[in-house]
């Protein structure tokens, strides 16, 4: 498994360290947002001049909501802005997207009412949710509560999923897919 360099390392944990700090999440928290275990966040967060792996790396920067990149180029400065919502994150924009596009009064109450949940949907899941609004869709039958539980389930399966994909669990999942995949395809 590639690493990040040593020099790099520390910097990088540093980071990280900061912008949990910022988000005011304790250490378990962390570990359970990033799909990481408590002792890879603790070395991290407390000693940071461990060899750190990509896929860590990744983790990482995905729960505090950016990119690999942005969290290895940008400055601490650039990216704490981020962290309060100033700096104009892709979060709001997606929101704003949201806004600007929703026809149903329900998903337009719901918005108002959570708007950090919102922030936190992805682009595509933001273009599903939109796609949802014609007359007779899912939205109005379910409901935007319902239908965002469901969207957000569905992505911190995907976030389980792939933590258990990068461990020697694999084998295992796919088996246990495949069973409920051919299951499914024999309901249909």
């Not at 009064?105 to 273009?127: C, H, I, M, T």
């Not at 014609?134 to 409901?143: F, S, T, V």
Request: net charge neutral; with cysteine.
């Amino acid at each position: 498994m590639m690493s990040v360099a040593t020099n790099e390392t520390g910097e990088v944990a540093a980071k990280i360290a900061r912008l949990v700090e910022e988000r005011g999440w304790n250490q378990e928290d962390f570990a359970r947002i990033a799909g990481l275990n408590r002792h890879t966040i603790r070395t991290i967060l407390q000693a940071g001049d461990r060899k750190l792996r990509n896929a860590t790396v990744q983790a990482c920067a995905r729960a505090l909501g950016l990119t690999v990149s942005e969290l290895r180029a940008l400055p601490l400065d650039r990216l704490l802005p981020r962290m309060h919502g100033q700096a104009g994150t892709s979060g709001d924009d997606r929101l704003k997207q949201l806004f600007a596009q929703v026809t149903q009064p329900d998903l337009l109450a719901w918005l108002e009412r959570n708007a950090e949940r919102a922030r936190g949907l992805s682009l595509a899941e933001v273009e599903e949710l939109l796609a949802m609004q014609q007359d007779g869709g899912p939205l109005a039958a379910i409901g935007p509560e319902r239908i965002i539980e469901l969207i957000e389930r569905k992505r911190e399966l995907f976030r389980r999923v792939h933590a258990i994909s990068t461990t020697e669990y694999l084998t295992l999942l796919e088996q246990v897919v495949e069973l409920m995949y051919q299951r499914v395809n024999r309901a249909v």
